[in-house]
């Protein structure tokens, strides 16, 4: 699977897979995380620098370092397009051009992460916010041609819904260079899905799934600052077990699609001088193998700089690797 981001307020992800019959990129038709819990992940690498009220979700840790307290609202776009093509031949086998056979493009918007922090007492934090979790938005088409490229068989799917996350949070700050946090949410939204397979001489298979998922997660973690300007965090989160999927006949699906846990680690370095700059790096390790015992636990990785000039201008930029 490939993975194409786009930095600011737009992603775009192209994935190629095989999963859920009729083999549809499996990774997308079970939902997308949305790439971004904080308002500064929304650029890719850029985690760790000033913390702010959205460290809630899945850094609490971070929240320790705040000052007096703030708000941070966000929101951002993403886009999905595949397309698979297949060479067409003339009867004495020389290629004649391309056909589409696979089309695979959706696109949504989002409002948040939107959370606010305050400082209740010199060691102590709180906040409270709410974010996207999961995009079940995706539409796909596919068509199953014979020998002589006719058609002769369709795959439609189309699958709406968000899942959200209220959480609220606190964290403690006992002495200057630690801080430790932990948080509670809820996650909740609405799913639907409808998949249609046509074949030629056959009959039209429809099958419909929806419902309200909703479940209850938590995160925590640690932070330090053993030497001025460098910063160094850890953190977990839970995952969620979601209920109340439901088939079009109102009983319970047969494929629950669960949150996985997380763990990460962090680094960041703020250099001083002409140009001030921060330099930080995450891992993330993400438990798929408990929502699925035949899918795969995923390391991922970026990093990223920031720049500030006068007037409180920054300029941000990162990469990472997501396999």
Known sequence: MTRIIISLVLLAAGAFGAGFPPDLPAAAFWGRPVSWSGVRDIVPGVVGF?????ELFLRPARLGFIGRGGFEVGGGSRIMSEQRTRLVYDQFENAIGEIVVADNLSGSWYAGPAAVAYRVAEPVLVAAGIRPVTDYKYDYYKEYRDDFYVVIGTDRVEAEGLLYEASVGTAVRPVSWLALGVSGGYRFGSRRVRVETMRVGDSTALYEEG?????????????????????????????????EWRSAAGEDAALERNQPWQARVGVAWFAAGVLPSRVSAEAGYVGWTGV??????VLTVRGGVEHSFVNGLRLSYGAGVEP
């Not at 000033?50 to 959205?54: C, L, N, Q, V």
């Not at 209850?216 to 989160?237: M, Q, Y």
Request: hydrophobic content about 40%; cysteine-free.
């Open 211 to 243: 419902g309200r998922p909703r479940g209850i997660g938590f995160a925590a973690g640690l932070a330090v600052e053993p030497l001025a300007g460098l910063r160094l965090d850890a953190g977990f989160d839970g995952g969620t077990r979601l209920d």
């Open 292 to 297: 699925d015992s035949v899918w795969s636990n």
């Open 50 to 54: 000033e913390p702010g009220a959205s």
